[in-house]
């Protein structure tokens, strides 16, 4: 689903930000949406140390974090994840997150040169 840059939400401006830095720099940046509603240490074993390693010198995960939803329930985990090539490093996440499980559903946001979610 393509989104123009202003339509973003507050979520989503934040890694625009995000995606730019990274660019400067000569890298790439991707969002991973989890539609899984995990605590941050489970999250981090099931998919960012594997995606961690997996990644080795192409990229790494910079960060992570969990939506709330409806009162302390979680609605949603994700992956801050920047790598050196876009491709290579779009394989990797694929490959890494289905094989550790992950939701059909996951989405992979896309954020330049334009907003796009990408699937798993």
């Known amino acids: 689903m393509a989104k123009k840059q202003n339509q973003l939400d507050g979520r989503q401006q934040v890694m625009l930000g995000y995606a730019e830095a990274a660019a400067e720099r000569g890298q790439h940046f991707?969002?991973?949406l989890i539609h899984e509603p995990l605590e941050p240490m489970?999250?981090?074993?099931?998919?960012?140390d594997p995606l961690k390693d997996a990644l080795g010198e192409l990229g790494e995960v910079t960060g992570g974090g969990s939506q709330m939803g409806e009162g302390d329930?979680?609605?949603?985990?994700?992956?801050?994840?920047?790598?050196?090539?876009?491709e290579r490093g779009l394989t990797v996440i694929r490959e890494c997150l289905r094989s550790c499980g992950?939701?059909?559903?996951?989405?992979?946001?896309?954020y330049?040169?334009?907003f796009a979610e990408l699937r798993l």
């Open 102 to 110: 992950a939701p059909a559903n996951t989405i992979i946001e896309e």
């Open 73 to 86: 329930a979680i609605a949603f985990c994700g992956l801050d994840v920047v790598v050196n090539h876009r």
């Open 42 to 48: 489970d999250r981090a074993e099931k998919y960012e």
């Open 30 to 32: 991707f969002y991973v």
């Open 112 to 114: 330049l040169p334009e």
